[in-house]
């Protein structure tokens, strides 16, 4: 005789899309800092009503055609459900992100199972290398109660690895070409936490950036992380592109101490140098 666990499934889900649906006013508008600076933050979510589990966030428009547009989100918390703003996702790296428009969807999605409880606030701040703003938007889904606890694992918090908040900027790295592999490289210090999630972000560049089309991989002691999904980075002439990944978090095992790396093979016959950083939920 064979048991069957039930199905299961979050009990809510609370977003800050607008009650009219737009592919062009998706989310809430976050305005970046320029020249490095943070900008002012903004309210996503407010006293949300059940503990979070799982924060899905999503990034766009926040491409200068032709101009370097370094930029990084943070996602801030403030537990007594008001604006008194604190550091709880640091520095994702989201510049040269095209827009939504029509039934294309573009920008990024990140994925963290990460813990928050009922009551509190949800924000964001943005900050960019350009002396011009643009207009990012940000969407979050916040995931809560699942109905079998013991099925899902989430974190407290998350380490962010590779990222120079002074010039809004990951870890440049160049990949290979006409399909071939770079050679592994590091991205910041050595983990301080054991990671049972992570996610990649990967900037774009201002240096002569070209149509071409890449895929990533996270690993480390040059090696891939066993399970870890190659994600999709496009660039344009342009000098914006988009960044495709798995939908839902990547789980891992990688213990404290452990240095991370990346590596990356590109479609065209030249590569150019791209941001990337690394953050592990703990």
């Given amino acids: 005789m064979s048991l069957i666990l039930p199905p299961w499934a979050f009990a809510y889900c609370t977003d800050c899309e607008p009650s009219t649906p737009s592919f062009s ?26 503990d979070v589990h799982r924060l899905v966030v999503h990034v766009s428009d926040t491409a ?4 370097a547009h370094y930029a990084l989100l943070d996602i801030l918390t403030d537990p007594a459900g008001g604006t008194s703003w604190g550091a709880w996702i640091d520095d994702l790296l989201c510049g040269f992100l095209v ?12 994925d963290f199972p990460i813990w928050l409880p009922a009551g509190s606030s949800i924000g964001a701040q943005m900050r960019t290398s350009h002396t011009v703003a643009g207009t990012p938007r940000v969407s979050v889904w916040a995931f809560g109660e699942p109905s079998r606890p013991d099925m899902w694992w989430c974190g407290q918090g ?3 690895l590779g990222v120079t908040a ?17 050679s592994w490289a590091s991205v910041g210090s050595p983990t301080t936490k054991r990671f049972g999630a992570i996610q990649l972000a990967l900037g774009g560049t201002d240096a002569s950036a070209a149509a071409n089309s890449f895929h990533f991989q996270v690993g480390k002691g040059s090696q891939p992380l066993p399970g870890f999904p190659l994600l999709l980075r496009g660039t344009g002439t342009n000098e914006n592109g988009a960044q495709m990944g798995p939908g839902g978090p990547v789980w891992c095992n ?18 150019e140098a791209m941001d990337v950083a690394i953050y592990g939920v703990y």
């Avoid at 200068?64 to 101009?67: D, F, M």
């Avoid at 428009?101 to 920008?107: E, K, P, T």
């Avoid at 213990?255 to 590569?271: D, I, K, T």
């Fill in 254 to 271: 990688v213990e404290s101490g452990a240095q991370m790396q990346v590596r990356g093979r590109g479609s065209a016959g030249a590569s």
């Fill in 64 to 67: 200068i055609a032709s101009a």
């Fill in 166 to 182: 002074a010039s809004s900027r990951g870890t440049s790295h160049t990949a290979g070409v006409s399909g071939a592999y770079s």
């Fill in 158 to 160: 998350v380490e962010t």
């Fill in 99 to 110: 827009s939504n428009s029509g039934v294309q969807d573009s920008g990024f999605w990140l």
């Fill in 25 to 50: 006013s998706h989310g809430v508008s976050v305005t970046p800092g320029t020249s490095n600076a943070d900008g002012t933050p903004v309210t996503l979510i407010a006293a949300i009503g059940h």
